[in-house]
């Protein structure tokens, strides 16, 4: 499991880069990445769909490995086999669906041109950053050729692969662990196992629950975008073009929101996760106490006759850096 954590926060990195990179260079530089070149152009519009599919079904994979986990026992070494064998299917496939991307030229810089052609000439189409946001260049989007394809099968395809599915599976895997969970809750005599396979599955469902709510607003709104403008002047409409710019862009942030938010949940509801996060920045490194004196041995084995003249003489030689790690480690107990 926590080698698909592992690639899920990789992948959820490469999609805050490959957005907000490209937002902030326009923003700040007006600079587009895919203005740039077309191999720029090309590997922009592939990662926008790649990874953020990538990501949805590595956390869908992550539902299904914790169901067999807790219904049926894998062997490590062969477990850790499979999962990079998934790993590889999921990249494969998806690789295989949006490599469609790849081969599409940028026509978007052609049509930018027209925008200095009368508005009153209706023959071309405006497609403005300062309107539109996202715009996705490399794209049947914005190609006449395979524009169709892109209204009436991709936009869909999309939404089943990156929304639509994974939440199907997740949902039922989510089922199958929150009830798995009750059970256990139930269970007088947990075990040290029982209690982290529960921890983990709460993290799960805490995950899959954000991933619906934060995702699938903008999946929604794309598959309707384009026949909100079906007539000429909707299309050239700056008031209503600026307005559906603003909810595109408050669902984008939504969407980033889980992939920024994934490591939050995974701090706040997984206790295995929490220990070595906190381990990695330092707040729980094993500290070693130095080994007891003689001095401090002999005085610890006395009988229990002269306790109170024994703390003293322990107190007494213990030094200051001992009490530095004394300090430390009742921290270390209050993080763990």
């Known amino acids: 499991t926590f080698i698909y954590l592992a690639f899920l926060s990789i992948v959820d990195l490469i999609v805050l880069y490959t957005f907000c990179i490209n937002f902030i260079l326009q923003a700040w530089f007006n600079i587009d990445l895919q203005q740039v070149s077309l191999i720029a152009c090309k590997i922009y519009s592939f990662s926008i769909y790649f990874f953020p599919q990538a990501s949805a079904w590595i956390l869908t994979a992550v539902s299904i490995d914790r169901v067999f986990a807790l219904t049926r026992g894998i062997r490590k070494t062969r477990k850790i086999r499979l999962t990079y064998f998934i790993l590889g299917i999921i990249f494969l496939t998806l690789f295989l669906l949006n490599v469609q991307f790849l081969f ?18 209706g023959t071309y189409r405006i497609v403005d950053t300062d309107i539109d946001i996202n715009v996705v260049q490399c794209s049947s989007e914005n190609n006449d050729q395979y524009r169709q394809f892109y209204e009436y099968i991709w936009v869909y395809v999309d939404a089943i692969v990156n929304v639509y599915l994974p939440f199907t599976l997740m949902f039922l895997c989510s089922t199958l662990i929150f009830l798995n969970v009750l059970r256990t809750m139930s269970n007088a005599h947990n075990s040290n196992k029982s209690l982290v396979a529960r921890s983990l599955s709460k993290m799960l469902l805490s995950i899959n629950t954000m991933f619906v709510l934060l995702t699938g607003p903008i999946v929604l709104y794309l598959m309707f975008e384009n026949r909100t403008f079906t007539s ?8 209503l073009r600026a307005k559906h710019k603003m909810i595109k862009l408050i669902l984008i942030i939504l969407m980033n929101a889980n992939h920024t938010g994934n490591i939050l949940v995974y701090c706040l509801t997984g206790t295995e996760f929490r220990t070595q996060f906190l381990h990695v920045i330092g707040k729980t490194s094993k500290l070693k106490l130095p080994r007891p004196s003689n001095q401090l041995t002999g005085i610890v084995r006395k009988d229990s006759i002269s306790q109170t003249s024994s703390r003293k003489q322990i107190f007494s030689t ?18 763990t």
């Open 104 to 121: 599409y030229n940028n026509t978007y810089k052609f049509s930018r041109d027209a925008n200095d052609v009368s508005i009153t000439n």
């Open 318 to 335: 213990i030094t200051p850096r001992t009490k530095l790690i004394q300090v430390k480690l009742q921290e270390e107990l209050i993080f």
């Open 232 to 239: 000429e002047t909707d299309r050239y409409n700056t008031k």
